[in-house]
C-alpha cells in the first residue's frame, strides 16, 4: 500500500474569503488555531466531520477543499 496524501485550498479560500486568520476559521469551526495551521500544512488529516465543516465556513463542498492522492486499492 502507498502512501495516501489530503492536500488542500484552505490558504487560498482564507485569503479569497476577506483574508480570513487561520484563528477565525478555527473560531468558525470549533478547533484550535494549531490544528487548522496543521491541516494547512499537510501534517495532519482533518476528521471527515472538520472537513464538511471548513467547507461549510467557506460555503464550498468538501472536494473544493480537499484533494485525495495515493493509492487507490491496488
Do not use: W
Not at 1 to 12: E, F
Not at 34 to 45: D, L, N, P, R
Amino acid at each position: 500500500m502507498g502512501k495516501c496524501l489530503i492536500s488542500n485550498n484552505i490558504r487560498r479560500l482564507r485569503f479569497d474569503h476577506d483574508e480570513m486568520t487561520q484563528q477565525q476559521l478555527a473560531e468558525k469551526t470549533g478547533v484550535t488555531r494549531q490544528t487548522i495551521a496543521a491541516i494547512e500544512k499537510e501534517k495532519y488529516s482533518p476528521t471527515l466531520e472538520l472537513a464538511f465543516r471548513i467547507a461549510g465556513v467557506f460555503g464550498t463542498t468538501v472536494e473544493e477543499v480537499f484533494t485525495f492522492t495515493g493509492d487507490k486499492g491496488e
